[in-house]
């Protein structure tokens, strides 16, 4: 026969829907990262090798169209359009791959009804937040990377400028980066109930937000209105690409060590907004 359970057995089993992995389930986080990560990179080409593609068109087409002729002021210090103009455009890559790959990953399991997935498993809303916002930044750090070397190489045949006088800040700016658009990647999936919605925070709202960071110019430039700078001032991505570019080369238009700790903040904030809606289960439970 088998034996009866006793008493202490039955007190020190665990209660139905109660968490048998202590304070982290660690294999559920890891195994989620991994889906996150092996999501995007068995379509590497669409994720990862596109983005450089564009990148190097827009570098291409920018050093062809205006070259010297661009050459920037920053701080009393003449730099050349072809040092410039790189970190924007790998902060760029950073940015835009973080952002999709959360926000399409989540809206992608809500329109197919497959999101039960991440649902039923004994995750904790933290673990849900941690995995996909680490997922999201390592697309968006991976396609940094390989884009950084791409250019570089460009660079070295090109003869261009290649120097990294503060690699604290290139480390550092590009983790916030894609840690921020991470959980704000993640916050726009739950929000988004079809591809329309998510494309109308992309186009209105990342692109340009983006694109009048000083990605392609100083905010500071002579001859550019004084409004350009103090609406600079307010928006988020400026000071991440401003600070990475800092990294490269050694000047930038805001101070790096209070864009580093306004950055930081902004991450904390993002990621506490996600934890709170995974939580929630803002628009992922029936």
């Known amino acids: 026969m088998a034996p009866t359970p006793s008493a202490v057995d039955i007190q020190e089993a665990p209660a139905f829907g109660e968490r048998r992995f202590g304070a ?3 294999l559920g986080l890891w195994t989620l990262y991994k889906k996150e990560v092996q999501r995007y990179m068995k379509v590497a080409a669409q994720t990862v090798l596109a983005p450089i593609i564009t990148t190097m068109l827009y570098l291409t087409v920018f ?12 701080s009393g210090q003449t730099i050349p359009f072809g040092a410039f103009l790189p970190p924007g455009l790998i902060m760029m890559a ?28 004994p995750l904790s809303a933290a673990e849900l937040t941690i995995a996909f916002t ?56 739950m929000w988004a109930e079809k591809f329309d919605q998510l494309a ?18 100083s905010v500071k430039r002579e001859g550019l209105p004084t409004w350009v700078a103090d ?37 904390f904030v993002a990621c506490g907004a996600t934890y709170l809606l995974f939580k929630r289960g803002y628009k992922l439970k029936a």
């Open 24 to 26: 982290i389930n660690g």
């Open 63 to 74: 050093l062809v169209a205006f070259g010297s002729s661009r050459d920037v002021t920053m």
């Open 94 to 121: 950073v940015l835009s791959n973080a952002f999709q790959n959360a926000s399409s990953s989540l809206i992608i399991g809500k329109v197919q009804g497959s999101v039960v997935d991440i649902l039923m498993p």
């Open 134 to 189: 680490a997922g999201a930044a390592t697309r968006g750090l991976m396609v940094g990377l390989v884009t950084a070397v791409t250019i570089g190489v460009f660079m070295i045949v090109t003869g261009g400028p290649i120097a990294v006088p503060h690699l604290w800040a290139v480390v550092f700016f590009s983790v916030a980066a894609a840690v921020l658009l991470g959980a704000v990647g993640a916050i726009a999936g």
């Open 200 to 217: 109308l925070i992309t186009n209105f709202v990342i692109t340009p937000l983006t694109f009048l960071s000083g990605t392609f110019f």
């Open 231 to 267: 609406v600079s001032a307010f928006n988020p991505l400026f000071y991440l690409i401003d600070g990475f570019r800092y990294g490269f080369i050694g000047v930038a238009d805001s101070n790096p060590v209070i864009g580093a700790f306004l950055s930081l903040g902004l991450c």
